[in-house]
């Protein structure tokens, strides 16, 4: 099992920046690879970016060369964050955490919104 907790939505102007964390506990060492996924009103969750355990990054179009995802590890702990520049209001949707482990599992968080408005 693991468990993720996301943090660091919240409200920001266009243009700004947020930065998501996302804390994974359990049994962290069976985790493959984390990414980030949003999703809109109405709309199915997306994938914004993911990572795996060697740092092998991907981005969806609309976001590249606005956000960046990387990770950090202990023996027990690992984390994935999501550096969000250049909000637009596009962006605007609730984040969620995932974590890819061996045999095909997956985990989710709880989700944490971010909403981009003046």
């Known amino acids: 099992q693991v468990q993720l907790v996301e943090s660091g939505g919240g409200l920001v102007q266009p243009g700004g920046s947020l930065r998501l964390s996302c804390a994974a506990s359990?049994?962290?060492?069976?985790?493959?690879?984390m990414a980030w996924y949003h999703q809109a009103p109405g709309k199915q969750r997306e994938l914004v970016a993911s990572?795996?355990?060697?740092?092998?990054?991907?981005?969806t179009d609309s976001v590249k060369g606005r956000f960046t995802i990387s990770r950090g590890s202990t023996p027990t702990t690992a984390t994935a964050y999501l550096q969000m520049n250049i909000l637009e209001s596009e962006d605007t949707a609730v984040y969620y955490c995932n974590a890819i482990v061996g045999g095909g599992f997956d985990y989710w968080g709880q989700g944490t919104q971010v909403t981009v408005s003046s």
């Open positions: 990572i795996t355990r060697d740092d092998r990054t991907t981005y």
């Open positions: 359990g049994r962290v060492f069976t985790i493959i690879a």
